[in-house]
């Protein structure tokens, strides 16, 4: 039996085949999960649901704009239509806007504080209702950053929001443990995504010294985050609520 068999499962911003939220859509289907597919690219959700599903697995695609309190009302009208629960939430839908404080403007700091600080919660907030409505408990997985933890230059919008991202999951562990409802922070380093492939392509030299600067020397891939999002989602993880786990190649610990 798989590790989320018969859990019902949402992982959002999971649109880009080759991100965070696909590869953790992917192997939540691999262990057994339904799971909802959302982006704000739907043909992109679409492909990745679709995919799953020809792997012999259940998936299916939502649009969704995550800054939306309407998007996220009817995403969970329909999820419980369909299934009555959700076992699993994965608040993954992210974006960085990365600018020295001198070029941030406030449009840009209000698009990353919307996308990456009040999505977690719009998202927190339904699932945690849900989940006390069945009654059976839950996880929820937020994804941070290692930028949330200590300062990264060029990400004051985004880091700002990522350390609320951490904070906000703590509080709401608290809040919810005595109904069996987990809630932790994930908080990668840099992972080969197509993100990556601009800062490659934008400055090679520098990209390759950032590389050289890991204690492991290469970066992380997708399938190491998804990897700890299953770990949280599933039941190895139910003596676990309101941490913050890193995965970074070492970076922090320097």
């Not at 995550?66 to 994965?90: C, P, Y």
Request: net charge negative; glycine share 12%.
């Amino acid at each position: 039996m798989g590790r989320l068999e018969g859990r019902i499962a949402l992982v959002t911003g999971a649109g880009n085949a080759r991100g965070l939220g696909a590869a953790t859509a992917r192997r939540f289907a691999e262990e057994g999960a339904f799971v909802y597919v959302t982006d704000l690219d739907l043909a992109g959700a679409e492909s990745v649901a679709a995919t799953i599903r020809e792997s012999g697995g259940q998936a299916e695609a939502h649009a969704q704009d995550v800054t939306s309190e309407t998007s996220w009302d009817a995403l969970f009208a329909a999820i419980e239509q369909g299934h009555g629960r959700l076992d699993v939430l994965v608040n993954n839908a992210g974006i960085a806007i990365l600018k020295p404080l001198e070029q941030l403007t406030a449009a840009d700091w209000e698009r990353q504080n919307r996308v990456n600080l009040d999505s977690v919660f719009y998202g927190t907030q339904r699932a945690v209702a849900l989940m006390r409505k069945v009654g059976e408990g839950g996880s929820i997985v937020n994804l941070s950053s290692i930028a949330g933890l200590v300062g990264v230059t060029m990400c004051g919008a985004y880091g700002a929001a990522k350390a609320g991202v951490r904070q906000f999951s703590k509080v709401v562990a608290l809040e919810c443990a005595a109904d069996q409802i987990r809630c932790n922070s994930v908080h990668p380093g840099m992972i080969e995504t197509a993100m990556q492939d601009v800062a490659r392509s934008d400055n090679p030299e520098g990209f390759k010294q950032i590389v050289g600067g890991i204690p492991m020397q290469r970066m992380g891939a997708p399938l190491d985050i998804a990897n700890m999002n299953l770990f949280l989602a599933s039941d190895e993880a139910n003596y676990i609520t309101g941490c913050e786990f890193v995965v970074d190649g070492g970076v922090t610990a320097m």
